[in-house]
C-alpha cells in the first residue's frame, strides 16, 4: 500500500503533535516518565534507546543508568550525573543514551524532618507512615547530613551483553562517612513489578557532585524528606530487534535459570 505524500505529512503532524502532548502532560507535575522496563535491564538489554535531553524534558529529577550499562545516572536539578565504576562523578552531555531511566518535574506534595535513622530499612518504614497511601508511586528527595553512606556502580558492558546479576558481579562498592548530600529517587507500589522494581529505589550524590551511586545501606544524622506523589505514568519501549526477542513472561529470577541452562 502506497501512502502520498499528504498522508506522510499527516502521520507526522500527528506522531510530532502526540511528543508535544506528552511533554506538556509531564511539564505539568505529578507525572513518571520511564525508559524501558526493569525485567528487561536485568535481562541484559543495556543498548541506549532515549538521549539524555529527551528524558530531561519529562523531568528534572531522576535515576538510571547509561548506556551499555555504564555507572549509574542521577538528574538533579535538570543536570545528569554520572558515577563511574572508579567511583568518578562526571556532569553529562544531553547526547548520551539511557537504556533505562526515570524522571519526574518534582514538586513536593509534602515535606519532613528526618533524622537519627540508623539504616536505610528504618528510613523507609518511616517514610512509608507519612505516605497518604501504598498505590502510587512516588518521587522522594532527601536532602541531609549522614553519618553513614554504602553506594555501588557497576562497569560498561560488552556484547554480547551478560544479564545484570552477572555484570553486577563486577561492581564498585563505595562506603562514606560524614557526608553532607542528597537521595534521589522512587517508591513504586508492589503492582509495577517487572515493569520497576517495587519499593524503594535511591540514588545519592554527594552536596559537592564528587561522590555518588546506587544506594546500600544509609545512617542520616539530620534532614528534610520531600514527597512528590505520583499521578500518571508514561513510558516509552525500546524500539531494538534484542528488546523484541527477550522473553519478559518469565521473571528475572526464571530468566537467570533459563540464562545458565543455555
Known sequence: MKISRIGILLIAVLLTAGTIMLVQQSRNGDVLY?????????????????????IRKHGDFGIGTFDRLDGEAIELDGAFYQVKVDGKVNRMDGGIKSPFAMATFFNADAGFPVS???DYLS??????????????????????????IKVRSVPAQDKPYPIFSEAAKHQSVFEFRGIEGTLIGFRMPDYMKGVNISGYHMHFLSRDKT????LLECSIASGRAEIDNIKRFIMDLPQSQRFYDLDLSLST????????AK
Open 34 to 54: 520511564q525508559v524501558s522496563i526493569l525485567d528487561g535491564l536485568m535481562q541484559g538489554d543495556y543498548d541506549g534507546s532515549v538521549t539524555l535531553d529527551d
Open 123 to 148: 528510613l523507609q518504614e518511616y517514610i512509608d507512615s507519612r505516605l497518604p497511601a501504598k498505590n502510587i508511586p512516588y518521587a522522594v528527595r532527601i536532602d541531609g547530613k549522614f553519618d553513614y
Open 253 to 260: 529470577e526464571e530468566a537467570l535459570k533459563a540464562e545458565k
Open 116 to 118: 537519627r535513622k540508623t
Open 211 to 214: 561522590k555518588g551511586g546506587h
